[in-house]
């Protein structure tokens, strides 16, 4: 973990709700996909949890979506410093891929998994994204996965764009070697049903400090409650109790 004041060098809306933040600052400790920053925001007692999007060398994205007073106080942000944690929670082990991996988002799940998409195909691995949303005015991102080299599809609830149902949908029938997710927890539950293989969860929860300290944020596991901050965000498929 490294404390950093971060530059914002841009942000702008993806969608209605949905924003996307460029900062210039040290990535460091940033070491994984699906590792997520800790941010300060003037007026507010809790720093706000956000997954890192993307990194490179002095560059990090963020994706967001405005629920409450911090992401609202984000959004109207054009220039200016943050002072952020980074390098917090686990993140994905790619390792474990195989050759064929399907990545699976829901909402603003799918941000992390652009670093982990962008990072396997540098690998070489044949890559396949589902993304779900519940209408078509909430996608975003789908344009840059495909330009990662990655076969996308994307599925809305109302059906109003792609296939119609949910990201588990276009399941049926694909070959995969192992998943990968992150979305609301209903859906983690569905992909944890759907899947017949392997895989890996980001799961979401209120967090106080974000480092493990105040024991804020757990959840069960086969070995006992684990801290989302800090032994998550990431747990495997075979260790969730639902």
Known sequence: MKQSLFEIIENIPLTKDV????LSGNTSAITAPGQFVNIRLDGLF???????????????????KVVGKGTEAMSCMETGKLDILT?????????????????????????????????????GKDVSVILGFNTASEIFYAEAFQALGCAVTVATADGSYGVKGFATTPLTGMDYTYFYTCGPEPMLKAVYQATNTSGQMSFEA??????????????????????VCKDGPILYKEEIVW
């Open 19 to 22: 924003h996307q933040m460029k």
């Open 46 to 64: 809790l720093r706000r949890p956000i997954s890192v999007c993307d990194w490179d060398d002095g560059a990090l994205t963020i994706v967001y």
């Open 87 to 123: 390098g917090l929670g686990n993140g994905y082990d790619m390792t474990l891929s195989g050759s064929k991996p399907v990545l699976l988002g829901g909402g603003v799940g799918v941000p992390p998994l652009y670093g982990l998409a962008r990072r396997l195909r540098t690998e």
């Open 206 to 227: 209120r967090m106080g400090c974000g480092f493990g300290a105040c024991m804020g944020c757990t959840v069960p596991t086969r070995d006992g409650y684990k801290r």
